[in-house]
């Protein structure tokens, strides 16, 4: 006979995201650092859309243990990517919940973050939380930028490429700066990219991009059109031509057969007139035969 086992009543369970702060109400450091959060997060979010798992959040708690939620000296990643995972909103990332930490962190730098971002945070990431890539970087100064990849439980350095990409191998994907406008601020932006260094498109470069297609469709459109045109005009000038041919070939044979009539009256008034057969063929070029049936 099967024995049931209860479970304990006063064992308490840890708690869900559902009952977690999922704000602490601190804003982001300017409004570079968030336009730089938005384009890390917008432009790869379509190349996410295309698989069956993942996720990407930014600027949101992650819970990894209990002992956090005491001390409440841990804010969330500035941008964090996790695969593998159901495709789902969250209000924090709950480490005991999702039974995986996040597989890229990249924090942006700031004069009152960086010292804590290099050193402490990148610590929790290496030793409690176990993120396999950890990168950093700072919007006001592009030349602070790394990347660190967990190698047998101590984040390596990730050498910057000969492309001058720093490669997330678990994304397979390649972060790269990039100077250029983004909603408005023209400033050195890092950016999400292909290997072959193809970046992922903003909002607006789709659009931009969408329009230059729209444009070069209507473009070759118009050219199809004007073609089609042409060869019209060209198939008319053609037909007007043949039948200039025609007419051209009816007027010669035309002028042909009255030449010949003229010439055979001619050689009738020569016969009338008392000349040979022999003589008017002379006269005429034309076959002695020719002349005696103008006779007969």
């Given at each position: 006979m099967l024995e049931t086992v209860l479970a304990e009543p006063n064992v308490?369970?840890?708690p869900t995201q559902a009952e977690l702060p999922c704000d602490d109400g601190i804003p982001m450091e300017t409004q570079r650092h968030k336009l730089q959060m938005d384009i890390l997060i917008d432009t790869i979010q379509p190349w996410l859309d295309q698989r069956n798992d993942g996720y990407v959040g930014g600027n949101m708690f992650v819970y990894y243990s209990l002992a956090q939620l005491k001390n409440q000296d841990f804010r969330g990643p500035d941008f964090f990517a996790v695969l593998d995972v159901p495709k789902t909103e969250r209000l924090s990332w709950v480490v005991w919940e999702e039974g995986k930490p996040p597989d890229v962190v990249i924090e942006l730098l700031s004069e009152s973050t960086a010292n804590n971002d290099k050193n402490a945070k990148k610590l929790i990431y290496q030793n409690q939380m176990r993120v396999s890539e950890y990168f950093w970087y700072d919007p006001f100064n592009p030349d602070d930028f790394a990347g660190f990849d967990l190698n047998s439980g101590v984040y390596q350095p990730i050498p910057i490429n000969e492309k001058n990409q720093l490669v997330s191998k678990v994304l397979n994907l390649a972060l790269v700066r990039w100077q250029g406008i983004y909603r408005g601020v023209d400033t050195t932006w890092l950016r999400w990219a292909t290997l072959d260094g193809e970046l992922f498109p903003t909002a607006q470069e789709n659009a931009l991009m969408a329009q230059q297609k729209l444009e070069e469709e209507q473009q070759r459109l118009e050219q199809e059109k004007q073609r089609a045109e042409q060869e019209k005009q060209r198939a008319e000038q053609e037909k007007q031509r043949a039948e200039?041919?025609?007419?051209?070939?009816?007027?010669?044979?035309?002028?042909a057969e009255q030449a010949e009539l003229q010439l055979r009256q001619v050689a009738i008034n020569l016969l009338q007139n008392g000349m040979s057969v022999e003589q008017v063929a002379q006269l005429t070029n034309l076959d002695i035969l020719q002349v005696e049936r103008l006779i007969n």
């Amino acid at each position: 006979m099967l024995e049931t086992v209860l479970a304990e009543p006063n064992v308490k369970m840890p708690p869900t995201q559902a009952e977690l702060p999922c704000d602490d109400g601190i804003p982001m450091e300017t409004q570079r650092h968030k336009l730089q959060m938005d384009i890390l997060i917008d432009t790869i979010q379509p190349w996410l859309d295309q698989r069956n798992d993942g996720y990407v959040g930014g600027n949101m708690f992650v819970y990894y243990s209990l002992a956090q939620l005491k001390n409440q000296d841990f804010r969330g990643p500035d941008f964090f990517a996790v695969l593998d995972v159901p495709k789902t909103e969250r209000l924090s990332w709950v480490v005991w919940e999702e039974g995986k930490p996040p597989d890229v962190v990249i924090e942006l730098l700031s004069e009152s973050t960086a010292n804590n971002d290099k050193n402490a945070k990148k610590l929790i990431y290496q030793n409690q939380m176990r993120v396999s890539e950890y990168f950093w970087y700072d919007p006001f100064n592009p030349d602070d930028f790394a990347g660190f990849d967990l190698n047998s439980g101590v984040y390596q350095p990730i050498p910057i490429n000969e492309k001058n990409q720093l490669v997330s191998k678990v994304l397979n994907l390649a972060l790269v700066r990039w100077q250029g406008i983004y909603r408005g601020v023209d400033t050195t932006w890092l950016r999400w990219a292909t290997l072959d260094g193809e970046l992922f498109p903003t909002a607006q470069e789709n659009a931009l991009m969408a329009q230059q297609k729209l444009e070069e469709e209507q473009q070759r459109l118009e050219q199809e059109k004007q073609r089609a045109e042409q060869e019209k005009q060209r198939a008319e000038q053609e037909k007007q031509r043949a039948e200039q041919e025609k007419q051209r070939a009816e007027q010669e044979k035309q002028r042909a057969e009255q030449a010949e009539l003229q010439l055979r009256q001619v050689a009738i008034n020569l016969l009338q007139n008392g000349m040979s057969v022999e003589q008017v063929a002379q006269l005429t070029n034309l076959d002695i035969l020719q002349v005696e049936r103008l006779i007969n």
